[in-house]
């Protein structure tokens, strides 16, 4: 009775697992077109770093300090990184051994846009100033 009814089960699930195997459509042009603008559109990613600045200076003469300068101050430096030259993008289309087109994308590397010194982020933490001039 088990072996019948598994028997049945069988029969009936093939023709469902048959028909639900059909092979995917291809990718239609206007979806493949889309995809690639937005590639071509890839957005530029942008950072800010802040960055601690210490400058330094002394002067002698004859092992006597004429003058002492210090200055410790921050900046905020916004980068932005991505890719340069979209014309650098190459799409190459190939056929599969089963007919479909396969398009393949070689992006160039990510290289530096900007890198931009905000100088109304600029925090001054100390500065010593020693001696003058001769």
Do not use: W
Request: aromatic share 8%; with cysteine; net charge neutral.
């Amino acid at each position: 009775m088990r072996t019948k009814l598994c028997f049945i089960l069988l029969i009936l699930t093939f023709p469902i697992l048959f028909f639900s195997c059909v092979q995917s459509k291809e990718i239609e042009s206007k979806t493949l077109e889309l995809s690639i603008r937005n590639i071509m559109e890839m957005p530029v990613i942008e950072q800010i770093y802040q960055d601690i600045v210490y400058l330094g200076e002394k002067q002698k003469i004859l092992f006597i300090t004429t003058s002492d300068k210090e200055v410790l101050f921050s900046i905020n430096i916004r980068v932005q990184a991505g890719i340069k030259n979209v014309s650098e993008i190459k799409i190459k289309t190939m056929k599969k051994t089963n007919g479909n087109i396969a398009a393949i994308v070689q992006l160039p590397p990510a290289d530096f846009i900007l890198v931009d010194a905000d100088e109304n982020s600029i925090h001054q933490y100390f500065i010593k100033e020693n001696g003058s001039d001769i």
